[in-house]
């Protein structure tokens, strides 16, 4: 035999392990198709060979091609590929000479991995996806250098599965084995539950090792070698996460605050932002809070910080922030954010509240080392009294019976007083000095002219603080004073500022009073070092009598603080109803205007009344003209986005109800308020909102295809594909068609969509259900299933029929229909049903639709004692379907769902 061969230098040498002796056997034979016969894993040991992978392909990056793309641009690269140096996925043999075959083929992500629907394609590759190099004898190393990913459409998933999973199952039996019916039956349901859990932007790499045995033939298989998953380049989950930029990279320890981020492209269902800290293993994790909606296009999120673990920080305290996936759990690298102690007094009204003030009597001793007293008091030791250090007196008195005139301490000596140094230091020391030059006698002109007036000045003082002493009528004081009254402290208050701050209303009326009609009353509108006028301040107190003294005698309230906003801004932002209702009065036809206008933030006075759910405060100022319907600057939310973004039920139920609110207007993103709602997963809202009116089909601007995954795409790449066959005017009639069909049977999980709807954003089972409008049989509800609850078995006997026969009951019974939403606690929706023919239908057609419980309607039947609606609701429900005490949570306006948070079925990924 072994002179039979070819001896040449293209031969290889083979070694068996059970013989000695030596085989030279030519490369093309290596290439003849062989039959595999599968044996037990030849057992990995130390000592025995085994299958290792030395370069692991590039997780991402690598874009799945469909056939009719043509080949991939270039074999799929290995992990440390780089631009000069380019690498590939690599197996090798170990502890094993001779000649091996090592085959590689795609299968699942999933433990344990299956088949996949994809197929490899490349040089050493069979049309069954599968490749193959033969190694050996020395390097023993198989390099896959021009691996292509064949993508395979949706529709053609089980086709294909159906075909490996025959030809799996084939290689355990005979050659010529024929499958049963029921067997090819099993192998078919086998591949269509395969391809409904499989992941068609997800594969990875399975290699095997066959050894060749005692006849040549590569039968001998190792323990197969998985690679790392490689994502499709088209799907979210193939980018890395990588944050590009923040807004803002510290904010209160309280949470809450808006940071706007940029990042790579991310899946929104898929994606969280976790703040840590590197402590332990046990350190402390939280997440930032934003929904579906919050995402843009899918390289934006704008969230809120989460609390920081401990609220009562004195010091600024650095954590980290990072992008994390939730399914797959990579994370981007960390970006570090820093919590500030809260400052409860933001306008620092409580601070200034407890200044220290000076001791009482300090300001009537003498000063350090006999010095003046701080109001003129006398000195002691050889020091003399003045008024600060400035005026000092004299001890005689006029006529008038008031101290006569003074000096300035320090000032140069008045004519007629008597030196009081010794005659040395005083001596003339020139001629010129002698006789007194020009300079001199002027000065001491203009001192003799000063101490008139200060003389004058503390006559009328003397006077004002007698008849302050006989009336208690602290104004002429104060009238004395008015020039020092626009004088600031060092945090830039007036006196003015600091009466409102310690809420003095008696001082600031006479300050006002004291400085009405006189030129320092533009005081009245200094602003201090954070940019408040005394009208703010009053209105941040909320105190309404000072507001509306301040703005009858001239305080401008279009003057901005230092966020931009006016005192209407803060009277609403406070949520006190009185001060808000004082400056809307007296605002005049001149400053109307501010009622509708935008602070630094881009908030109007009815955004600001929304955030402190100031319903009365809403109402003031729609009725003063508000608009309710304008959008913030920010985003475009309407004062019903806001309500609905924070939950506030009964405020966003009024704001439809009686302010009139749009319920289909739109953001910047047009989102409506129902996409809002769907995407917080909240039956209340939504439910409300339908009942209003809202449209369920409405589209936002984000783009749905852009967000889901490639296997998604296929039937619009099939349909591109046999539209190119067309020509243009055909292409349009089929376009138009399609669309019509499907919009005419409203169906949420299959249209040719421009972007979401709520549908496509619903958190949770119950809210789609409501979106969704088709009552689902439990039997085929893959969802229901999921849920703990399902909406038809909470629903179960509130068909239209016992709906009617039960507003009948409740009719003839003369049953008050108010009273029987407060008990179903729908009360707040009550505006929405009075207007229409039959409120009581309508009614109970809300709460059917909210997904009320049967025990609820039930209990609030009998409290009310209609005991024939509760016999017909009671005969109406089979024994066996009948809810227990824990459905009661699941109210549509009582709690929130309990179903279980799901990913939305209709959608495959965000």
């Given at each position: 035999?072994?002179?039979?061969?070819?001896?040449?230098?293209?031969?290889?040498?083979?070694?068996?392990?059970?013989?000695?002796?030596?085989?030279?056997?030519?490369?093309?034979?290596?290439?003849?198709?062989?039959?595999?016969?599968?044996?037990?894993?030849?057992?990995?040991?130390?000592?025995?060979?085994?299958?290792?992978?030395?370069?692991?392909?590039?997780?991402?990056?690598?874009?799945?091609?469909?056939?009719?793309?043509?080949?991939?641009?270039?074999?799929?690269?290995?992990?440390?590929?780089?631009?000069?140096?380019?690498?590939?996925?690599?197996?090798?043999?170990?502890?094993?000479?001779?000649?091996?075959?090592?085959?590689?083929?795609?299968?699942?992500?999933?433990?344990?991995?299956?088949?996949?629907?994809?197929?490899?394609?490349?040089?050493?590759?069979?049309?069954?996806?599968?490749?193959?190099?033969?190694?050996?004898?020395?390097?023993?190393?198989?390099?896959?250098?021009?691996?292509?990913?064949?993508?395979?459409?949706?529709?053609?998933?089980?086709?294909?599965?159906?075909?490996?999973?025959?030809?799996?199952?084939?290689?355990?039996?005979?050659?010529?084995?024929?499958?049963?019916?029921?067997?090819?039956?099993a192998i078919l349901q086998e591949a269509k539950e395969l391809g409904k859990s499989m992941d068609l932007n997800i594969v990875r790499l399975k290699f095997t090792a066959y050894l060749q045995d005692s006849n040549g033939s590569f039968t001998r298989s190792l323990k197969p070698a998985v690679s790392n998953p490689i994502y499709d380049s088209k799907s979210p989950n193939a980018s890395n996460l990588k944050i590009s930029r923040m807004d803002k990279t510290s904010g209160s320890v309280l949470g809450?605050?808006?940071v706007f981020l940029l990042c790579d492209k991310v899946q929104k269902d898929d994606i969280d932002i976790r703040f840590y800290e590197e402590e332990d293993d046990a350190g402390w994790e939280a997440f930032g809070d934003f929904s579906p909606t919050d995402v843009h296009k899918q390289y934006a999120i704008v969230f809120k910080t989460p609390p920081y673990r401990c609220t009562d920080i004195t010091r600024p305290v650095t954590v980290f922030l990072q992008l994390k996936r939730k399914k797959g759990g990579d994370c981007s690298e960390?970006?570090?954010?820093?919590?500030?102690?809260?400052?409860?007094?933001?306008?620092?009204?409580?601070?200034?509240?407890?200044?220290?003030?000076?001791?009482?009597?300090?300001?009537?001793?003498?000063?350090?080392?006999?010095?003046?007293?701080?109001?003129?008091?006398?000195?002691?030791?050889?020091?003399?009294?003045?008024?600060?250090?400035?005026?000092?007196?004299?001890?005689?008195?006029?006529?008038?019976?008031?101290?006569?005139?003074?000096?300035?301490?320090?000032?140069?000596?008045?004519?007629?007083?008597?030196?009081?140094?010794?005659?040395?230091?005083?001596?003339?020391?020139?001629?010129?000095?002698?006789?007194?030059?020009?300079?001199?006698?002027?000065?001491?002109?203009?001192?003799?002219?000063?101490?008139?007036?200060?003389?004058?000045?503390?006559?009328?003082?003397?006077?004002?603080?007698?008849?302050?002493?006989?009336?208690?009528?602290?104004?002429?004081?104060?009238?004395?004073?008015?020039?020092?009254?626009?004088?600031?402290?060092?945090?830039?208050?007036?006196?003015?500022?600091?009466?409102?701050?310690?809420?003095?209303?008696?001082?600031?009326?006479?300050?006002?009073?004291?400085?009405?009609?006189?030129?320092?009353?533009?005081?009245?509108?200094?602003?201090?070092?954070?940019?408040?006028?005394?009208?703010?301040?009053?209105?941040?107190?909320?105190?309404?009598?000072?507001?509306?003294?301040?703005?009858?005698?001239?305080?401008?309230?279009?003057?901005?603080?230092?966020?931009?906003?006016?005192?209407?801004?803060?009277?609403?932002?406070?949520?006190?109803?009185?001060?808000?209702?004082?400056?809307?009065?007296?605002?005049?036809?001149?400053?109307?205007?501010?009622?509708?206008?935008?602070?630094?933030?881009?908030?109007?006075?009815?955004?600001?009344?929304?955030?402190?759910?100031?319903?009365?405060?809403?109402?003031?100022?729609?009725?003063?003209?508000?608009?309710?319907?304008?959008?913030?600057?920010?985003?475009?939310?309407?004062?019903?986005?806001?309500?609905?973004?924070?939950?506030?039920?009964?405020?966003?139920?009024?704001?439809?109800?009686?302010?009139?609110?749009?319920?289909?207007?739109?953001?910047?993103?047009?989102?409506?308020?129902?996409?809002?709602?769907?995407?917080?997963?909240?039956?209340?809202?939504?439910?409300?909102?339908?009942?209003?009116?809202?449209?369920?089909?409405?589209?936002?601007?984000?783009?749905?295809?852009?967000?889901?995954?490639?296997?998604?795409?296929?039937?619009?790449?099939?349909?591109?594909?046999?539209?190119?066959?067309?020509?243009?005017?055909?292409?349009?009639?089929?376009?138009?068609?399609?669309?019509?069909?499907?919009?005419?049977?409203?169906?949420?999980?299959?249209?040719?969509?421009?972007?979401?709807?709520?549908?496509?954003?619903?958190?949770?089972?119950?809210?789609?259900?409501?979106?969704?409008?088709?009552?689902?049989?439990?039997?085929?509800?893959?969802?229901?299933?999921?849920?703990?609850?399902?909406?038809?078995?909470?629903?179960?006997?509130?068909?239209?029929?016992?709906?009617?026969?039960?507003?009948?009951?409740?009719?003839?019974?003369?049953?008050?229909?108010?009273?029987?939403?407060?008990?179903?606690?729908?009360?707040?929706?009550?505006?929405?049903?009075?207007?229409?023919?039959?409120?009581?239908?309508?009614?109970?057609?809300?709460?059917?639709?909210?997904?009320?419980?049967?025990?609820?309607?039930?209990?609030?039947?009998?409290?009310?004692?209609?005991?024939?609606?509760?016999?017909?609701?009671?005969?109406?429900?089979?024994?066996?379907?009948?809810?227990?005490?824990?459905?009661?949570?699941?109210?549509?306006?009582?709690?929130?769902?309990?179903?279980?948070?799901?990913?939305?079925?209709?959608?495959?990924?965000?």
């Amino acid at each position: 035999m072994a002179g039979a061969l070819r001896m040449d230098d293209t031969q290889y040498q083979m070694k068996f392990d059970n013989e000695s002796l030596q085989f030279m056997v030519d490369l093309p034979y290596l290439h003849e198709p062989f039959e595999v016969k599968p044996e037990p894993f030849v057992t990995e040991t130390v000592h025995g060979p085994y299958l290792q992978i030395i370069e692991e392909p590039k997780q991402r990056g690598f874009r799945f091609r469909y056939e009719c793309e043509g080949p991939s641009h270039g074999g799929l690269p290995g992990a440390s590929s780089e631009r000069n140096r380019r690498t590939y996925p690599t197996v090798k043999v170990s502890n094993y000479l001779g000649h091996a075959r090592v085959e590689v083929q795609l299968v699942t992500h999933t433990d344990p991995p299956r088949v996949h629907a994809h197929s490899l394609v490349g040089r050493q590759c069979n049309d069954n996806g599968i490749c193959s190099i033969d190694v050996g004898p020395n390097d023993l190393t198989a390099q896959f250098s021009n691996l292509g990913i064949l993508h395979v459409t949706k529709r053609g998933v089980i086709e294909v599965l159906t075909k490996r999973l025959r030809e799996e199952k084939r290689r355990t039996k005979d050659p010529g084995y024929k499958f049963s019916d029921a067997e090819e039956q099993a192998i078919l349901q086998e591949a269509k539950e395969l391809g409904k859990s499989m992941d068609l932007n997800i594969v990875r790499l399975k290699f095997t090792a066959y050894l060749q045995d005692s006849n040549g033939s590569f039968t001998r298989s190792l323990k197969p070698a998985v690679s790392n998953p490689i994502y499709d380049s088209k799907s979210p989950n193939a980018s890395n996460l990588k944050i590009s930029r923040m807004d803002k990279t510290s904010g209160s320890v309280l949470g809450g605050e808006e940071v706007f981020l940029l990042c790579d492209k991310v899946q929104k269902d898929d994606i969280d932002i976790r703040f840590y800290e590197e402590e332990d293993d046990a350190g402390w994790e939280a997440f930032g809070d934003f929904s579906p909606t919050d995402v843009h296009k899918q390289y934006a999120i704008v969230f809120k910080t989460p609390p920081y673990r401990c609220t009562d920080i004195t010091r600024p305290v650095t954590v980290f922030l990072q992008l994390k996936r939730k399914k797959g759990g990579d994370c981007s690298e960390p970006k570090q954010f820093t919590y500030i102690p809260h400052n409860q007094d933001k306008e620092e009204v409580q601070r200034k509240r407890m200044k220290a003030l000076p001791q009482p009597y300090d300001h009537w001793r003498g000063g350090p080392q006999g010095g003046a007293g701080a109001f003129g008091g006398p000195g002691s030791g050889t020091g003399g009294g003045g008024m600060g250090g400035g005026f000092q007196f004299n001890h005689t008195m006029d006529s008038s019976g008031f101290f006569g005139g003074g000096g300035f301490a320090g000032g140069p000596q008045m004519s007629g007083s008597t030196p009081q140094s010794d005659g040395s230091q005083n001596q003339p020391t020139n001629k010129q000095t002698q006789s007194g030059s020009p300079v001199q006698q002027q000065l001491i002109q203009i001192a003799a002219a000063l101490q008139n007036r200060a003389t004058l000045t503390a006559k009328c003082t003397a006077r004002a603080l007698l008849q302050y002493c006989r009336t208690g009528d602290v104004r002429p004081l104060l009238l004395l004073q008015r020039h020092l009254c626009g004088v600031q402290d060092e945090n830039g208050d007036t006196p003015l500022h600091l009466a409102i701050i310690h809420q003095q209303p008696a001082v600031v009326q006479q300050l006002i009073q004291a400085l009405n009609n006189t030129p320092q009353q533009k005081f009245i509108n200094k602003l201090n070092h954070l940019s408040q006028a005394p009208l703010h301040l009053a209105v941040i107190t909320k105190q309404p009598k000072l507001v509306e003294m301040l703005m009858r005698t001239g305080a401008d309230p279009s003057l901005l603080d230092r966020e931009g906003r006016t005192a209407l801004h803060l009277a609403a932002h406070t949520g006190d109803e009185a001060v808000l209702r004082v400056v809307l009065d007296l605002l005049g036809e001149r400053y109307v205007h501010l009622i509708n206008s935008a602070d630094f933030s881009g908030l109007y006075p009815v955004h600001l009344a929304v955030k402190k759910d100031g319903e009365h405060c809403l109402r003031l100022l729609v009725e003063t003209g508000a608009k309710i319907n304008m959008p913030e600057q920010k985003s475009g939310c309407t004062a019903l986005h806001l309500a609905v973004r924070d939950n506030l039920l009964k405020l966003a139920c009024n704001l439809i109800t009686e302010l009139k609110a749009d319920v289909n207007v739109c953001t910047y993103g047009g989102n409506s308020p129902l996409h809002l709602a769907a995407s917080q997963g909240s039956p209340p809202l939504c439910s409300m909102l339908i009942a209003a009116g809202a449209d369920k089909r409405m589209e936002n601007d984000e783009p749905l295809f852009l967000s889901l995954s490639s296997s998604d795409e296929d039937d619009e790449s099939e349909k591109n594909d046999a539209n190119k066959q067309l020509p243009d005017d055909m292409v349009q009639q089929v376009q138009f068609m399609s669309i019509s069909s499907e919009r005419g049977a409203f169906n949420p999980r299959k249209r040719p969509a421009a972007g979401h709807t709520p549908f496509d954003l619903a958190k949770c089972q119950k809210v789609r259900d409501l979106l969704d409008g088709r009552k689902v049989p439990k039997s085929s509800s893959l969802a229901a299933k999921r849920t703990k609850i399902s909406t038809d078995e909470v629903n179960q006997g509130l068909d239209s029929e016992v709906l009617m026969k039960l507003c009948g009951i409740l009719i003839e019974d003369h049953v008050p229909w108010k009273e029987l939403a407060e008990k179903l606690g729908m009360l707040t929706l009550t505006h929405l049903f009075q207007e229409s023919a039959s409120p009581c239908q309508k009614l109970l057609e809300n709460y059917q639709l909210s997904g009320g419980p049967v025990d609820g309607l039930v209990e609030a039947l009998q409290s009310l004692g209609v005991s024939e609606g509760v016999r017909l609701l009671t005969a109406s429900q089979p024994r066996e379907d009948k809810q227990s005490s824990d459905s009661k949570e699941d109210s549509g306006f009582g709690s929130q769902s309990i179903g279980e948070e799901m990913g939305n079925p209709a959608v495959g990924n965000h």
